[in-house]
T-cell receptor, first 112, second 114 residues
Framework: DVKVTQSSRYLVKRTGEKVFLECVQD?????MFWYRQDPGLGLRLIYF???????EKGDIPEGYSVSREKKERFSLILESASTNQTSMYLC???????????FGPGTRLTVT | AQSVTQLDSQVPVFEEAPVELRCNYS??????LFWYVQYPNQGLQLLLK??????LVKGINGFEAEFNKSQTSFHLRKPSVHISDTAEYFC????????????FGGGTRLMVKP
């Protein structure tokens, strides 16, 4: 079974802090994704990566950056957290050309 | 670019009743279609997918969906729901040719009442 893990289930940070969200997958998937989930808006893609050190902007990249130094790990960085980044963050991965994505349990981030 | 509309944000239903969750999409090219389910405090898991072939797709937990190209719909159905089906359901679309990205609808919260 594919396993996607996220470093924290719940996180509380203060405005202006730098925040790191970590995601690890154990199935050697090439593609990894970061989404944020907000009520009524579904999932919106922040960034994705199709290979080590490669990244592409999604629909809402502003205020975020990412890092992929190893194939299994994809990090989402909030350089200076703001209250409007309070959300559920979901990581996903997929293999090659497959459209099927496997999701982690999510990190609920609260910025106060 | 494609888009997905889930017409109902919440669907309350009594246990053992049938349910239909509606999904419409918009795309100028051929697409693949997915339904994901998110149980409380969990990530998303794949319920079913349409890639090609028969337009009636069966998934896990007794759910099925029908792809209707002329109406650009992919509605999810279950003939008899259980309390354990209470969850949020997301419809998603991906272009056949381009990229690995999914575009998600806004989600439908299914609330099964005893």
């Amino acid at each position: 079974d594919v396993k996607v893990t996220q470093s924290s289930r719940y996180l509380v940070k203060r405005t202006g802090e730098k925040v790191f969200l970590e995601c690890v997958q154990d199935m050697d998937h090439e593609n990894m994704f970061w989404y944020r989930q907000d009520p009524g808006l579904g999932l919106r893609l922040i960034y994705f990566s199709y290979d080590v050190k490669m990244k592409e902007k999604g629909d809402i990249p502003e205020g975020y950056s990412v890092s992929r130094e190893k194939k299994e790990r994809f990090s989402l960085i909030l350089e200076s957290a703001s209250t409007n980044q309070t959300s559920m963050y979901l990581c996903a991965s997929s293999f090659g050309d497959s459209k099927e994505q496997y999701f982690g349990p999510g990190t609920r981030l609260t910025v106060t | 670019a494609q888009s997905v509309t889930q017409l109902d944000s919440q669907v309350p239903v009594f246990e053992e009743a049938p349910v239909e969750l509606r999904c419409n999409y918009s795309s100028s090219v051929s697409v693949y279609l997915f339904w994901y389910v998110q149980y409380p405090n969990q990530g998303l898991q794949l319920l079913l997918k349409y890639l090609s072939g028969s337009t009636l797709v069966k998934g896990i937990n007794g759910f099925e969906a029908e792809f209707n190209k002329s109406q650009t719909s992919f509605h999810l159905r279950k003939p008899s729901v259980h309390i354990s089906d209470t969850a949020e359901y997301f419809c998603a679309v991906s272009e056949v040719v381009a990229g690995n990205m999914l575009t998600f609808g806004g989600g439908t919260r299914l609330m099964v009442k005893p």
